[in-house]
Structures are given as structure tokens and as C-alpha cells.
């Protein structure tokens, strides 16, 4: 196998693929490589409706090697370290791969071990603690709601950036919508534990979930973090972000939305900013300090909402910069910060927001995006994947 | 030599090709104005594009609200959508030839008539409610008591006069086939 790449890919995920797919469009992919240790892709977005009891887990899976691009190299091997002095990269395997041009999209990770009593507890049945973060226990939160008998029903989110930023809300949207079908809704108290100071990033979507909750009858304590679990009498310790204080929620049923960060490589590595992200411009998407590296994805420092969209937006331009700058001419291509964050507020029934940088709405279509649609859900629930897998990850869209 | 000769001459021109120049002219010309009349031609498919995103607000809001008024009333369409069709998927992938007749002689039955239908609901809600609370198992002195109920004697005319017609047709049937 070859050590050396023109392009060298860190993560197949959906950033790595889109653009191992769109660089392959313009430049074959004879001397790309990706470093990617899954054998299995997940459409993730997917997992607030396996969760919500609408498509089985399994829609979400495919395999990895049918997406990568042809004549670009798979290293299935996980990286251990970078080292952008040498332009080289260690892998946990022991190999040594050197590189040209380095685009680091390795995604993040969830910190379960963050939380005491979260790994022994999250997605073991009878436990009540689920969350749709991981394949592995996805499945849990839709048994949870399915077996909920009435009680108290808490959703968290935690002060780390996560994935889609209304994911940890829209399941409990999903949750109380079940509870109301299977007659328990009176007797539940549903509850929105969020440790950032707003209930959404983007202050103009604000007001319509509001109503959304209250309408409903849901609850929503800002400022405040998960920051244990007792699994053995079912309670849940928060703590006031501001003054410190803490409050002690007894649950029936919590869903769980972990920390995330990047993997250890990159945050521990010289790739990254003060936080542990990949320090890249925000507009060019070149690293700050390594002009040959390039960074995108979940796992980068660009202050917005970590999407699939996001990535959609992204990927192009890091295409376009690193083939300008391989061509020795100057980077033109810019990313706004567009991102998209489709909250299903029920089944048949989402706020479709897009916004970029500055936190302003960036629509497609020209109705009112804030207004719960149908269509919008349809898009989401039925369009997208198929846009995804068809599309995105083949670079045609 | 002629002055257009001179002028030729002057400028390395040959007779054929101020033809040729000419023609060139003349095609373009004419290209030029059929162009032109295409463009006249899409000037208002231009005017009514600037109308697009429009309508297309027209078409999703008037969607939405069509779901929603469905929903207010307790229709669940997403569910209804994607479970229509998987039952008309697997209701189609079990039928041949000879089954699509058969259901056509069943739906020509008049067993879509709205009386009909009414009763089959009747007989579905009787089913229903018997499932829901299963009798007491009935003896021979059970029956006789029940034989001497209104609404069991309503149902027994009915069932018999089904039983009556049924047998006709069966006989009818049998004879047309033999």
C-alpha cells in the first residue's frame, strides 16, 4: 500500500466522502487517500426518527466501502497522531502516511465516561436512560417511550456544540407527541434540561418553538447541565451553570445527549485551537497555522451548528481552496456559515431552520420556514436520505 | 479595370468571395432574427419565472394547511401515506390475473353499495365489541332463551334471509360451471 498521498482524508463520515467524492469529479482519485477505521456509515440525521419509532435503525446503515469513491485508497486504520511540521500522520496500527495536502474531518465523539452513571446505564433496558447518539443505543429511547407508563420524561443538553443543534430537542417533541397517542400524556411531566442560555442557537426560530412548547404543556430549564445520573434510584444531578447550584430531577425515562468532543488526536495535537477543534479560518477553511491542512465538519471550530448541511456548504469550498492552492493560485472560495437544522416538532410536522454565521435566517423556499409544515417534514423524512446517499456522498449534490 | 475591379485588387478580394461574404451576411442575418424571435417568444415564460418562487409559496402553504386541517380532524397522514403504501405494495404483489377478476366480480357485487357497506360496519362493530368481552360458552337451554329475544330474532331473520339468497346463487352458480 502507498504512505504517500497527494491528498490524504482523515474520516469517511459524510465530510470525508463528499469531499474525497468532489475532488475525485475534478481530479481522479488516484492519489487520494481517506483514513477511516468504521466498516459501516451511518445517515445520522436519520436517528431523532429511529428514535421517535418512525424507520428502524437499520435505514441509517450502510456499508463503507460502497461509498468510498473509486481509485481513492481506504486506509482502514484509525489515526493516533499528526504532525504537520513532517506532513505525516501516525496511525494506531503503527503505519506512517505522508501527505501533500491534509483535510481533517474526523468528526467528534461522545463522552459518555463525562457523566458518572451514564456507560453503565445508557440503552440497557429497564434502566429508562436512552439516547439517539450512538447506533448502539438509538434504539433504546424509541423502547423507553414505547414503555412509558406516565411520570416524569427528561430530555438534556449539554454546553458542548453537538451534533444539529435541535436534535436533543426534537426528540422530546416526538416523546410527548407518543405519550399523548398512548393515553399517558396526563399523568407525564415532560422537561427540557439545556445547558446553553437559549433554547436555540438561532434567536429567530426562537419564539415559534416557544410556542411549540407551551402549547404543549412542556417545561424548559435553561443554564442547566447534566452532570451525574443514579441510575439505582432514577435521579439526575444538574447543576446551574451561572451560580453552581445544584438540583436533584427524578426521572421515569431520560434522554441523554452527551458532551462531545474531537477524538484525542486532534485535541491533544498541534491542529488545534485553545477548546481542542481544528483551528481553521472561518470563511476559507485552510488551517490557521498549516496552510496546506484543511479542516470541516463536526470536528472543526466554526462557530455553527454541526449539520449535515453545514458540511454540504463546506465541502465545496475546501475542494475549490485546496485545488486553487495546489495550483499555486489564491483562495477564493468562502463558506457563510450556512447551516440547517430541520426540527421535527411531531410526526408530519417540522421548522425547517437555516441560518448562517450571524445567526440570520437564510431560507430556501419562500414561505415562512418558522410556520410547523408537513411538506418540511416530508423533505426531511423522505428526500433527504435519499439526497444524501445519492447525491451529497457521490458529489453531485 | 473596372473601380470594383481596382478595389479587389487593392484589397486581395477574388469575385467569389465578396459572393461568399455576402451569403455569410445573409445567414447570419437570419439567424439574428430568429434568435431574436425566440427570445420575443420566451419574453413572457421570463415575466412569469420572476412569478415562481410565488408560487410555489402558493402551492406549499395551500399543502400545509391541507395537512393541517387534516390533522386537526385526527387524520394522521405521514402514518396513513407510508402504511397505504405498504398495503398496496404487498396487497399488489399477492394478486395474478385470476385474483384481479375475482375482485372484480367482487366489487361488481354491489358490495361497495353504501347500505351494504353500513351493515358490514354493523357486523364489524358486533365483532368487535363480542371480542372485547367474550360471552359465556351457551348450552342448548342458553339458546332457547336466547331464541326468544327481539334483537336475536331481528339478526336470525336477516341471517336467513342472507342464507336464502346465498343458497340461490351458489345453485345458480353450480349450474352455470356444470
Same mark, same amino acid.
Given at each position: 500500500?502507498? $504512505?504517500?498521498?497527494? @491528498?490524504?482524508?482523515?474520516? !469517511? =463520515? *459524510? /465530510?470525508?466522502? #463528499?469531499?474525497?467524492?468532489?475532488?475525485?469529479?475534478?481530479?481522479g482519485?488516484?492519489?487520494?487517500?481517506?483514513?477511516?477505521?468504521?466498516?459501516?456509515?451511518?445517515?445520522?440525521?436519520?436517528?431523532?426518527?429511529?428514535?421517535?419509532?418512525?424507520?428502524?435503525?437499520?435505514?441509517?446503515?450502510?456499508?463503507?466501502?460502497?461509498?468510498?469513491?473509486?481509485?481513492?485508497?481506504?486506509?482502514?486504520?484509525?489515526?493516533?497522531?499528526?504532525?504537520?511540521?513532517?506532513?505525516?500522520?501516525a496511525?494506531?496500527?503503527?503505519?506512517?502516511?505522508?501527505?501533500?495536502f491534509?483535510?481533517?474531518?474526523?468528526?467528534?465523539?461522545?463522552?459518555?465516561?463525562?457523566?458518572?452513571?451514564?456507560?453503565?446505564?445508557?440503552?440497557?433496558?429497564?434502566?429508562?436512560?436512552?439516547?439517539?447518539?450512538?447506533y448502539?443505543?438509538?434504539?433504546? $429511547?424509541?423502547?423507553? @417511550?414505547?414503555?412509558?407508563? !406516565? =411520570? *416524569? /420524561?427528561?430530555? #438534556?443538553?449539554?454546553?458542548t456544540?453537538?451534533?444539529?443543534?435541535g436534535?436533543?430537542?426534537?426528540i422530546?417533541?416526538?416523546?410527548?407527541?407518543?405519550?399523548?397517542?398512548?393515553?399517558?400524556?396526563?399523568?407525564?411531566?415532560?422537561?427540557?434540561?439545556n445547558?446553553?442560555?437559549?433554547?436555540?442557537?438561532a434567536?429567530?426560530?426562537?419564539?415559534?418553538?416557544?410556542?411549540?412548547?407551551?402549547?404543549?404543556?412542556?417545561?424548559?430549564?435553561l443554564?442547566?447541565?447534566?452532570?451525574?445520573?443514579?441510575?439505582?434510584?432514577?435521579?439526575?444531578?444538574?447543576?446551574?451553570?451561572?451560580?453552581?447550584?445544584?438540583?436533584?430531577?427524578?426521572?421515569?425515562?431520560?434522554?441523554?445527549?452527551?458532551?462531545?468532543?474531537?477524538p484525542?488526536?486532534?485535541?491533544?495535537?498541534?491542529?488545534?485551537?485553545?477548546?481542542?477543534?481544528?483551528?481553521?479560518?472561518?470563511?476559507s477553511?485552510?488551517?490557521?497555522?498549516?496552510?496546506?491542512?484543511?479542516?470541516?465538519?463536526?470536528?472543526?471550530?466554526?462557530?455553527?451548528?454541526?449539520?449535515?448541511?453545514?458540511?454540504?456548504?463546506?465541502?465545496?469550498?475546501?475542494?475549490?481552496?485546496?485545488?486553487?492552492l495546489?495550483?499555486?493560485q489564491?483562495?477564493?472560495?468562502?463558506?457563510?456559515?450556512y447551516?440547517?437544522?430541520?426540527?421535527?416538532?411531531?410526526?408530519?410536522?417540522?421548522?425547517?431552520?437555516?441560518?448562517?454565521?450571524?445567526?440570520?435566517?437564510?431560507?430556501?423556499f419562500?414561505?415562512?420556514?418558522?410556520?410547523?409544515?408537513?411538506?418540511m417534514?416530508?423533505?426531511?423524512?423522505?428526500?433527504?436520505?435519499?439526497?444524501?446517499w445519492?447525491?451529497?456522498?457521490?458529489?453531485?449534490? | 479595370?473596372t473601380?470594383?475591379?481596382?478595389?479587389?485588387?487593392?484589397?486581395?478580394?477574388?469575385?467569389?468571395?465578396?459572393?461568399?461574404?455576402g451569403?455569410?451576411?445573409?445567414?447570419?442575418?437570419?439567424?439574428?432574427?430568429?434568435?431574436?424571435?425566440?427570445?420575443?417568444?420566451?419574453?413572457?415564460?421570463?415575466?412569469?419565472?420572476?412569478?415562481a418562487?410565488?408560487?410555489?409559496?402558493?402551492?406549499?402553504?395551500?399543502?400545509?394547511?391541507a395537512?393541517?386541517?387534516?390533522?386537526?380532524?385526527?387524520?394522521?397522514?405521514?402514518?396513513?401515506?407510508?402504511?397505504?403504501?405498504?398495503?398496496?405494495?404487498?396487497?399488489?404483489?399477492?394478486?395474478?390475473a385470476?385474483?384481479?377478476?375475482?375482485?372484480?366480480?367482487?366489487?361488481?357485487?354491489?358490495?361497495l353499495?353504501?347500505?351494504?357497506?353500513?351493515?358490514?360496519?354493523?357486523?364489524?362493530?358486533?365483532?368487535?365489541?363480542?371480542?372485547?368481552?367474550?360471552?359465556?360458552?351457551?348450552?342448548?337451554?342458553?339458546?332457547?332463551?336466547?331464541?326468544?329475544?327481539?334483537?336475536?330474532?331481528?339478526?336470525?331473520g336477516?341471517?336467513?334471509?342472507?342464507?336464502?339468497?346465498?343458497?340461490?346463487?351458489?345453485?345458480?352458480?353450480?349450474?352455470?360451471?356444470?
Amino acid at each position: 500500500m502507498d $504512505t504517500h498521498y497527494d @491528498i490524504l482524508i482523515i474520516g !469517511g =463520515g *459524510t /465530510a470525508g466522502l #463528499t469531499v474525497a467524492s468532489q475532488l475525485t469529479d475534478r481530479i481522479g482519485g488516484r492519489h487520494i487517500g481517506i483514513i477511516e477505521p468504521s466498516a459501516k456509515h451511518y445517515y445520522q440525521p436519520l436517528w431523532t426518527l429511529v428514535g421517535g419509532g418512525i424507520f428502524p435503525r437499520e435505514e441509517s446503515e450502510r456499508d463503507e466501502a460502497d461509498l468510498i469513491p473509486d481509485e481513492v485508497a481506504w486506509i482502514r486504520d484509525a489515526v493516533a497522531a499528526v504532525d504537520p511540521a513532517t506532513r505525516s500522520v501516525a496511525t494506531t496500527a503503527g503505519g506512517t502516511l505522508t501527505y501533500d495536502f491534509l483535510v481533517v474531518a474526523p468528526g467528534v465523539v461522545q463522552q459518555w465516561a463525562a457523566i458518572p452513571g451514564l456507560v453503565e446505564s445508557v440503552g440497557k433496558p429497564g434502566t429508562g436512560v436512552t439516547s439517539n447518539y450512538s447506533y448502539e443505543t438509538v434504539a433504546s $429511547t424509541w423502547e423507553a @417511550i414505547r414503555s412509558f407508563r !406516565g =411520570g *416524569t /420524561a427528561v430530555f #438534556t443538553e449539554p454546553l458542548t456544540p453537538v451534533k444539529c443543534g435541535g436534535a436533543p430537542q426534537k426528540i422530546m417533541y416526538l416523546a410527548e407527541e407518543a405519550f399523548r397517542d398512548s393515553g399517558v400524556r396526563d399523568r407525564s411531566r415532560v422537561v427540557f434540561m439545556n445547558a446553553k442560555p437559549t433554547l436555540f442557537s438561532a434567536p429567530y426560530y426562537i419564539p415559534a418553538l416557544e410556542r411549540v412548547i407551551e402549547s404543549r404543556g412542556m417545561e424548559v430549564q435553561l443554564g442547566q447541565e447534566l452532570v451525574a445520573l443514579r441510575p439505582d434510584a432514577r435521579e439526575a444531578v444538574f447543576r446551574d451553570v451561572k451560580t453552581g447550584t445544584e438540583q436533584v430531577l427524578r426521572y421515569d425515562m431520560i434522554h441523554v445527549t452527551p458532551p462531545l468532543s474531537p477524538p484525542d488526536f486532534v485535541r491533544t495535537g498541534a491542529l488545534a485551537n485553545g477548546d481542542g477543534w481544528v483551528e481553521v479560518d472561518k470563511f476559507s477553511l485552510q488551517h490557521v497555522r498549516f496552510p496546506e491542512v484543511f479542516g470541516l465538519g463536526d470536528a472543526s471550530n466554526l462557530p455553527t451548528s454541526k449539520t449535515g448541511a453545514a458540511v454540504r456548504k463546506q465541502a465545496p469550498v475546501v475542494v475549490e481552496n485546496l485545488l486553487a492552492l495546489r495550483a499555486g493560485q489564491p483562495l477564493a472560495a468562502r463558506y457563510d456559515g450556512y447551516t440547517s437544522c430541520p426540527v421535527v416538532t411531531g410526526r408530519g410536522k417540522l421548522i425547517m431552520a437555516e441560518f448562517n454565521y450571524a445567526k440570520e435566517p437564510v431560507e430556501t423556499f419562500p414561505v415562512d420556514q418558522r410556520v410547523e409544515r408537513f411538506s418540511m417534514y416530508a423533505l426531511k423524512a423522505y428526500m433527504l436520505p435519499r439526497l444524501y446517499w445519492h447525491g451529497m456522498l457521490r458529489g453531485r449534490a | 479595370m473596372t473601380p470594383e475591379a481596382t478595389v479587389m485588387a487593392a484589397t486581395s478580394m477574388h469575385p467569389e468571395d465578396t459572393v461568399s461574404a455576402g451569403a455569410t451576411l445573409q445567414t447570419i442575418e437570419q439567424r439574428t432574427r430568429a434568435i431574436a424571435e425566440v427570445a420575443e417568444g420566451l419574453r413572457p415564460l421570463i415575466a412569469s419565472a420572476h412569478q415562481a418562487p410565488a408560487l410555489v409559496a402558493v402551492l406549499m402553504d395551500s399543502f400545509d394547511e391541507a395537512m393541517r386541517t387534516a390533522r386537526d380532524r385526527g387524520i394522521d397522514v405521514e402514518r396513513g401515506l407510508m402504511n397505504g403504501a405498504e398495503a398496496a405494495v404487498r396487497f399488489g404483489a399477492m394478486m395474478d390475473a385470476e385474483k384481479v377478476r375475482d375482485l372484480d366480480a367482487l366489487l361488481e357485487s354491489g358490495v361497495l353499495a353504501t347500505g351494504t357497506l353500513r351493515v358490514i360496519g354493523e357486523l364489524g362493530r358486533a365483532l368487535t365489541e363480542t371480542a372485547a368481552a367474550p360471552p359465556a360458552p351457551l348450552g342448548i337451554v342458553g339458546l332457547l332463551k336466547a331464541l326468544g329475544q327481539p334483537d336475536v330474532q331481528r339478526a336470525l331473520g336477516f341471517l336467513v334471509t342472507v342464507a336464502d339468497r346465498f343458497g340461490r346463487r351458489l345453485r345458480e352458480q353450480t349450474a352455470a360451471q356444470s
